[in-house]
C-alpha cells in the first residue's frame, strides 16, 4: 500500500521490540499552545521496533490514557513508510524526527528532534530483572480531519520491568538543571517540562498485534 509518497504494509502490523514509558499527570490548562488538551494521565513513550517486524524504525510518542482506550496526540518515528501507514491506515497523526539511541554501561539513552527544534532527551536504567511475560490489549481512539472516528485494537505479550528514567536536556547539552526538559521551551512537548514521572517501565522483547 502506498501513501505520502511511501508504500507501507497493510493492517495489521505484528510488530517486535523493545518500549521504554513514563507516565505523567497533566492537569487542564498546563499546554499554553493547547489550553484545550484534556486533563489525565499521559504516556511518554520511545520504542524500538526490531526484525521481524515489517517495519523497523523508532518512534516517540504521547497518548492520553482513558478506560482502556489510548489517543495519540503527539507523535513521531524515523521511518517514511511507518509515517504514511500510520496516518492512512488508523488516523495517526505521525510526523518524521530524528530518533538516536545510545546503550551506555547499565543504561539505554534516547535523543529525539525535528528539523525545526529538539523534542526530548531521556535514560533509563536497564531493568534489574527483565519480568514476567504477561499479555496487554487497548484499542487507539483517533479522529480524521473529517471527523471519522477509527478505533484499532492492539494486543500483545512482553516482559515488563520498572526502571528508572530521566528526561533531560538534548545530547550534547549539559544539565544544570535537575527538572526534566524537553527540548526547549518552544518545541513541541515543552507543556511537560519540570513534570516527574509518575512511574516509569520497561517492555522487552514485546510481540504486539497492531490493527484488525
Known amino acids: 500500500m502506498t501513501g505520502d509518497h511511501a508504500a507501507y504494509p497493510a493492517s495489521p502490523w505484528l510488530l517486535h521490540g523493545q518500549l521504554w514509558l513514563s507516565l505523567f499527570g497533566v492537569r487542564r490548562g498546563e499546554d499554553p499552545a493547547r489550553p484545550d488538551r484534556p486533563a489525565g494521565l499521559y504516556g511518554v513513550a520511545l520504542v524500538s521496533y526490531e526484525t521481524p517486524s515489517p517495519l523497523v524504525y523508532g518512534e516517540l510518542l504521547v497518548a ?53 527544534s529538539p523534542v526530548a532527551s531521556a535514560r533509563f536504567t536497564a531493568p534489574r530483572v527483565a519480568g514476567p511475560r504477561v499479555p496487554f490489549g487497548f484499542r487507539t481512539q483517533q479522529l480524521r480531519e473529517d471527523g471519522t472516528l477509527v478505533v484499532t485494537p492492539v494486543r500483545g505479550t512482553a516482559r515488563v520491568a520498572p526502571v528508572r528514567a530521566t528526561w533531560g536536556p538534548p545530547a550534547g547539552e549539559v544539565a544544570h538543571d535537575p527538572a526534566p526538559s524537553w527540548g526547549d521551551d518552544r518545541g513541541p512537548l515543552a507543556w511537560l517540562a519540570g513534570k516527574r514521572p509518575l512511574v516509569s517501565l520497561r517492555a522487552t522483547d514485546f510481540v504486539m498485534r497492531f490493527g484488525r
Not at 70 to 93: C, K, M, N
Open 64 to 116: 492520553r490514557a482513558a478506560a482502556g482506550r489510548a489517543q495519540v496526540t503527539e507523535i513521531w518515528v524515523d521511518s517514511p513508510a511507518s509515517r504514511a501507514g500510520g496516518r492512512d491506515l488508523w488516523a495517526i497523526p505521525k510526523e518524521l524526527a530524528e530518533l538516536e539511541q545510545e546503550h551506555p554501561p547499565g543504561a539505554t539513552s534516547w535523543s529525539v528532534r525535528t528539523e525545526a
